[in-house]
């Protein structure tokens, strides 16, 4: 199952998913999105907000009905920009702060919790493992830039929530990892300019340009292939460290 899966990173690894001969449910608020790249690959799509228990447990349900539940990638996600203080000396807004946590920290937690739950009633595979939770931080959550408090403090959350999930999780053979990626060429930056996206591509060691979709799902296959990763948040971001601005 792959949440925020219509499109972006999320979309990129339910189409690398499904290449490696997996049915894959697409979880995502948007529902035509998720209907449009179910079919693609031959999947299922379930429409629903990650913030919403009932819906999560709805699509977990879903993919477990497919087949025993054995990936899990969690790509929903949403950004906002705010300082501490504004220019004008004004406090940063509270509502937009919870929202950002709401969907990047809440919603992870409920699919991660409920995949869990599904997960641990599977039967064992090759060294007694049952599942890996892959979840999504960003580079933010260790380089935050100037404007992104709400951001860097959520996905410092799911960076946070890695290791004691995999140790939670460890006694029924589920693995938990996570993904920081860098600068993307998703939708969230495709306001840029394209003086703008080549400075950004400049500023990283190499190789010379912004992350792409399918790099973001070719890490996920490696890590849900490969049983003896686990605990850790790995860094796809093309070596960069960002500055304050």
Not at 80 to 84: C, N
């Given at each position: 199952m792959v949440t925020g899966g219509a499109s972006g990173l999320g979309a990129a690894t339910v189409r690398a998913l499904a290449a490696e001969g997996a049915c894959v449910t697409v979880f995502d608020l948007n529902e035509k999105g998720a209907e449009e790249t179910a079919?693609?690959?031959g999947g299922r799509a379930v429409a629903g907000d990650v913030t919403v228990p009932e819906d999560c447990q709805r699509a977990v349900d879903d993919a477990a009905a497919a087949g025993p539940l054995r990936v899990v990638v969690n790509c929903a996600g949403m950004a906002?920009?705010?300082?501490?203080i504004d220019r004008d000396g004004s406090p940063h807004d509270l509502a937009a702060f919870e929202r950002v946590q709401r969907v990047n920290v809440v919603g992870t937690f409920n699919v991660m919790t409920r995949a869990a739950a599904a997960m641990a009633r599977t039967d064992p595979v090759e060294d007694g493992e049952r599942g890996v939770i892959i979840n999504t931080a960003s580079v933010a959550a260790f380089d935050g830039q100037i404007g992104q408090l709400a951001y860097s403090a959520s996905k410092g959350a799911i960076v946070a929530m890695t290791l004691p999930a995999a140790r939670d999780l460890s006694v029924v053979g589920i693995r938990v990892l996570a993904i920081a990626p860098g600068i993307f060429d998703t939708p969230l930056v495709g306001f840029l300019s394209e003086a703008q996206r080549q400075a950004l591509a400049e500023s990283t060691l190499f190789p010379k340009?912004?992350?792409q979709p399918v790099d973001f799902g070719r890490l996920?296959?490696?890590m849900a292939r490969n049983s003896y990763l686990n605990a850790e948040v790995v860094r796809l971001d093309g070596g960069i460290r960002m500055p304050p601005r």
């Open positions: 079919a693609a690959v906002t920009a705010g300082r501490v340009r912004l992350g996920a296959v490696a």
